[in-house]
């Protein structure tokens, strides 16, 4: 299994069941962005046939 870390684009659900499996607390929103924003991540938001899809994507470290 690949960790999140490789990955170059994570949905809000992977990344919030990543945050309940190596956290004790329950993930909410903010805690989850801040994780996310640690591992070098950014939220992005695509609307796809009139709705908003929200997901990760790996920002660049240049």
Same mark, same amino acid.
């Given at each position: 299994?690949?960790?999140?870390? +490789?990955? *170059? @684009?994570?949905?809000? /659900?992977?990344?919030?069941?990543?945050?309940? /499996?190596?956290?004790?607390?329950?993930?909410?929103?903010?805690?989850?962005? @801040?994780?996310?924003? *640690?591992?070098?991540?950014?939220?992005?938001? *695509?609307?796809?046939? @009139?709705?908003?899809?929200?997901?990760?994507?790996?920002a660049?470290? +240049?």
């Open positions: 299994m690949n960790k999140i870390t +490789d990955k *170059q @684009r994570v949905s809000v /659900q992977e990344m919030k069941e990543y945050y309940a /499996q190596n956290y004790p607390f329950e993930p909410n929103n903010r805690r989850v962005g @801040r994780l996310a924003k *640690q591992l070098g991540f950014k939220l992005v938001k *695509q609307m796809i046939n @009139r709705k908003y899809e929200y997901f990760y994507i790996k660049n470290q +240049d």
